[in-house]
T-cell receptor, first 113, second 114 residues
């Protein structure tokens, strides 16, 4: 499809396990963003990529969270040693360049048991 | 840094009635402003945006928002809502250079009642 694609759409895992969330941005979009949406917390910015580099990692909540982007395209958000408070919907967005309107994927709903 | 306040967490309204969803922002620099809509179990979709030019912006499905710099507001309005407008609406801001990521409000849940 032509939109932002995220996988898996749902992930249930046990506390302490590592998880990887994937984002395929719209082809040609140089900017890629990760957000977390928690009940009652709204949307929380996590990290931003311009190409393969991440000029802004200020939103990552702890060192258990990391992200990478390869080939200026696919990005992976990794959460190590998951905790119950990590349960949320993780949204990815891309835009042609920074500052331009962002297009969102449908998100990955992460549930930590 | 920017911040966004959506004053109403929930807005119930009867079908065909008008609605206004309020959004106020704060910023020390000029901004871009956005409204996004999120339908159940879906990601966010851009509804409309203010980048520059006319302060009144419109979407294709009848929503409009007006940028008011003096009141630092970007309220969303629709003169007559439909059941299908039931969703969560998010106001967002970034600096006009695009140097900051979007900062979102906490969202307003619009419930249209038949």
């Amino acid at each position: 499809g032509a939109g932002v694609s995220q996988s898996p759409s749902n992930k249930v895992t046990e506390k302490g396990k590592d998880v990887e969330l994937r984002c395929d941005p719209i082809s040609g979009h140089t900017a890629l963003y990760w957000y977390r949406q928690s009940l009652g917390q709204g949307l929380e910015f996590l990290i931003y990529f311009q190409g393969n580099s991440a000029p802004d990692k200020s939103g990552l909540p702890s060192d258990r969270f990391s992200a990478e982007r390869t080939g200026g395209s696919v990005s992976t958000l990794t959460i190590q040693r998951t905790q119950q408070e990590d349960s949320a919907v993780y949204l990815c967005a891309s835009s042609p360049d920074r500052g331009q309107p962002q297009h969102f994927g449908d998100g990955t709903r992460l549930s930590i048991l | 840094a920017q911040s966004v306040t959506q004053l109403d967490s929930q807005v119930p309204v009867f079908e065909e009635a008008p609605v206004e969803l309020r959004c106020n922002y704060s910023s020390s620099v000029s901004v871009y402003l956005f409204w996004y809509v999120q339908y159940p179990n879906q990601g966010l979709q851009l509804l409309l945006k203010y980048l520059s030019g006319s302060t009144l912006v419109e979407s294709i499905n009848g929503f409009e928002a007006e940028f008011n710099k003096s009141q630092t507001s970007f309220h969303l309005r629709k003169p007559s809502v439909h059941i299908s407008d039931t969703a969560e609406y998010f106001c967002a801001v970034s600096d006009f250079r695009g140097n900051t990521p979007l900062v979102f409000g906490k969202g307003t849940r619009l419930s249209v009642i038949a």
